[in-house]
């Protein structure tokens, strides 16, 4: 192939390419723009954080239980939470360290004296895990999702509202045919 062959060469889009990448970013950041406004605003209210934290606190929870089912290994993260909730006790700002913090360190550190009963066989963090999901992270979570449902619908009510005027202005927008100039 000759220099002069290659310069003559036009060469063919590749699929992939930057440019039609660039118009598939086009298409999707407004979309991840309009979610991220979103779920900036849900959680701009105490109740949906609160509750996130609940929800989280949960899951570890509930993780924690599941290993204390397995005797000898599953101790080890039960008494981890059970010191971190020591911890929490000597600063605010470790208390989210405290994975039960409605569940007192007296039922904390009894409920692991079933295990020593048991030889290790009883998941003694279910108790502090089951405590704190009903007296605390329940509750927490039910007002989460009865802001989240509040503010969605008064987000859905606005859109109502305004349907017209949006509509109009996503058009405008959308509407790529040249307008006739006024001379």
Known sequence: MSAESFEKETPQPVEGSA?????EL????????DQQTRWRRLFADERIRAGAAAALRTMINTGISAIDMFPGIG????????GLKWVSRFSRKTDFLDLTPAVSKRVA???????FITLDAF????????LQLKREDVPKMIAAIKAMIEILRGEQADYQQNQAQIDGAIATFLDESPQPSEA
């Open 19 to 23: 440019l039609e990448q660039a118009e």
């Open 75 to 82: 101790a080890v993260p039960s008494w981890i939470a059970d």
């Open 26 to 33: 086009g298409e999707i950041l407004p979309a991840a723009i």
């Open 123 to 130: 998941p003694s963090h279910a108790i502090e895990s089951t």
């Open 109 to 115: 550190i009894g409920s692991e004296a079933l295990e």
